[in-house]
């Protein structure tokens, strides 16, 4: 089951470039994924970021299931 991300993930088009947000920070929802790939822990992104909560975290996620959700595969 997704965490619901609307109101948490924020898109600001003079912040970051545009890219989606976490509740209007300067923290990415590519920032959070890339630490998760790098293998960093949720307990370790929130030491690190302690602006941050776990909903935050797994709403980073939830937004990426669903953008993956939507978007299409080309294979060649």
Do not use: H, W
């Not at 948490?8 to 509740?23: A, F, L």
């Not at 797994?58 to 939507?70: G, K, P, V």
């Amino acid at each position: 089951m997704n965490v619901p991300y609307q109101g948490i993930i924020t898109v600001e088009p003079g912040k970051r470039g545009g890219k989606p947000c976490i509740r209007g920070l300067r923290i990415t929802v590519y920032d959070v994924l890339s630490y998760l790939a790098a293998g960093m822990t949720i307990d370790e992104i929130l030491a690190d970021f302690p602006a941050l909560t776990k909903e935050d975290v797994l709403a980073c996620l939830s937004y990426a299931a669903d953008r993956e959700r939507q978007g299409t595969v080309v294979q060649r």
